[in-house]
């Protein structure tokens, strides 16, 4: 093949022709990939500091679970359900199940033995308690009994001072002395009367004791001198009293007719007697055993 003198560049040779080469007519063609949508700048730098920090991360996953995540937590709540399912079944009281008609006749022989105890303690304790009530009741009558004995022997003993009815009565001498005989028949027949204090000269309180004599032709109680007229309290019934000592021939009748002394008698409804006498200590005497 030749060339125009024109073109200076050398002809190109022909190409032969492979006839044999297959073309592949069938093969689809590519298909073209889909960009995703754009992100405006303000999600995109949400998404990229959420993606950095662990915190993000967990957020992210909690406000946009995925599906295996979804599932799992499914999972998890039925599996709690279960077990608090499971821990209420152990609760109810399943001892018995399963136990031979043997074993529950001994555990109910035991439980009514047990039953049978506790009934007899709760009697015992029961009359336990009321021993106690009666022994309370009886120590308290006791009491009241032994303080109203000692308030009694405090009188008797003339310890304390005393108020009542009574009598007072006034022995003047006249021309003669009065006999001591005289006035402890007077005192004697007021004793049986039933006075319960008595008291000379508002000085000298009679008691059990007590006792008169005569130093240098004067009367002397309990080593206290008495001089007329002789005022003599007493403590009791006044009309018994009264009679006790106005009986024909008594102790009255005697000091008016046998010595000449007046003799005034009066029936109060209050006699004070203020006198107290102090109670020496035993020296000899001890109470006995027991009491």
């Known amino acids: 093949m030749s060339s125009t003198p024109d073109d200076p560049r050398p ?3 022909d190409e032969p022709v492979d006839s044999e080469k297959p073309v592949d007519s069938e093969q689809p063609p590519a298909e073209p990939e889909v960009a ?6 303000e999600a995109d730098e949400t998404a990229k500091s959420d993606s950095v920090t662990p915190l993000g991360r967990i957020k992210h996953s909690i406000m946009r679970p995925s599906r295996s995540q979804a599932v799992v937590g499914v999972l998890m709540a039925v599996l709690g359900f279960a077990a608090v399912t499971q821990v209420r079944s152990n609760d109810v009281d399943t001892t018995y199940e399963g136990r031979r008609q043997e074993d529950l006749i001994e555990i109910f022989n035991g439980l009514t033995g047990t039953s049978d105890r506790a009934r007899r303690d709760i009697a015992q304790l029961e009359q336990t308690r009321r021993d106690l009530q009666v022994d309370t009741s009886a120590r308290r009558t006791a009491i009241e009994q032994a303080e109203n004995r000692l308030e009694t022997l405090n009188i008797l003993a003339g310890l304390v001072p005393v108020t009542g009815p ?3 009565i006034t022995v003047t001498e006249t021309s003669d002395r009065v006999s001591v005989d005289s006035l402890l028949d007077m005192v004697q027949e007021l004793r049986t009367a039933g006075a319960e204090a008595m008291e000379f000269n508002r000085s000298v309180r009679l008691v059990a004791s007590s006792s008169f004599s005569v130093i240098d032709d004067v009367i002397h109680l309990d080593g206290q001198p008495l001089r007329s ?3 003599l309290k007493v403590v009791g019934d006044a009309s018994t009293l009264h009679s006790g000592v106005t009986f024909p021939s008594g102790p009255v009748s005697n ?4 010595e000449g002394a007046e003799v005034a008698i009066e029936e109060l409804e209050s006699v004070d007697i203020e006198s107290v006498r102090d109670l020496p200590p035993a020296e000899f005497a001890e109470p006995a055993e027991g009491q």
Do not use: Q
């Not at 995703?36 to 700048?41: D, Q, T, V």
């Open 11 to 13: 002809a190109a040779p």
């Open 36 to 41: 995703p949508p754009p992100m405006s700048a």
């Open 166 to 168: 009574g009598l007072r």
């Open 229 to 231: 007229p002789y005022v």
């Open 255 to 258: 000091l008016r007719n046998k």
